[in-house]
């Protein structure tokens, strides 16, 4: 990427997303925001089957870079007008949203602490699992702010209104093993295992069914729909699975008896 705060390498179907600015803990910065966004561009033009999130060095992500030497000089009060916007505006709600509809996978290999906008980062993988070194903090309120990224309509919905509000509220950080026993995350593993581990399984879901992106949006959407809107919405992404190769595939190795051979398509 242009600024090399983001390494992105290609692992066979799997794309590889590393942040990369550990002396600030991979902390979210102008220049790290721009090479993000080059990095998710070249995800999508390329032939990858999922994205496997991680941070180089001893964090995940320690959230947004209050002492960014690189960021362009705000104008609060024109913020409020509406005049111009804001990072959240401008780059993180886009982001987030943008990794929610992703048509493949997206996991997340959390390393050390994931903090602020960090931790939403963390959280926006459909599989997330952590080194028994991770932790996660809702650090807004130690610095007078609310809750953003994200993290205020994941939170609730992942653990529950009365863990999530401890979280916003005390701005505790929380070990990685109380994460999984909460089921904010999938899985915990030794720090040294984290990425063959999240590699292995990202690997696993590079080789599944195109439809795997259907699933993903699906379950995303279950969160907000009725009912009645999500029954719509599995008949309208079956009819579309039922339309692809893999599909075709899928049924011709189990009449045969063998292991199906997706292909993504």
């Not at 939170?155 to 701005?171: D, F, N, S, V």
């Not at 599909?247 to 997706?262: I, S, W």
Request: proline share 4%; hydrophobic share 45%; net charge neutral.
């Amino acid at each position: 990427m242009k600024h090399d705060r983001i390494r992105l390498e290609f692992h066979d179907k799997v794309a590889v997303l590393t942040l990369n600015d550990p002396s600030v803990l991979n902390a979210l910065g102008y220049l790290l925001k721009q090479d993000m966004t080059e990095a998710l561009d070249a995800v999508d033009a390329s032939d990858a089957r999922c994205l496997l999130i991680t941070g180089a060095g001893r964090a995940f992500c320690s959230g947004a870079n209050l002492n960014d030497p690189n960021r362009p000089p705000r104008d609060r009060a024109a913020e409020l007008r509406g005049e111009v916007k804001s990072d959240l505006e401008a780059w993180y709600n886009p982001t987030l949203i943008r990794l929610r509809n992703m048509d493949i996978p997206v996991v997340t290999a959390i390393n050390g602490i994931a903090a602020g906008a960090g931790m939403s980062l963390a959280l926006c993988g459909d599989i997330k699992i952590a080194a028994k070194s991770a932790s996660f903090l809702q650090a807004f309120a130690r610095i007078g702010l609310v809750q953003d990224a994200g993290s205020s309509y994941v939170l609730p919905r992942l653990i529950g209104m009365a863990r999530a509000m401890e979280l916003a509220l005390l701005a505790e950080r929380l070990p990685a093993e109380k994460a999984l026993e909460w089921g904010m995350i999938n899985r915990l593993v030794d720090d040294a295992a984290l990425m063959p581990e999240a590699l292995a399984l990202a690997n696993a879901l590079a080789n599944g069914p195109k439809s795997l992106g259907m699933i993903r949006r699906m379950a995303w959407a279950s969160l907000d729909n009725t009912l009645e809107q999500q029954l719509e919405l599995e008949v309208r992404e079956q009819k579309r699975a039922g339309m692809t190769e893999d599909h075709a595939e899928g049924v011709a190795a189990f009449k045969e008896k063998r292991q199906a051979n997706f292909s993504g398509r």
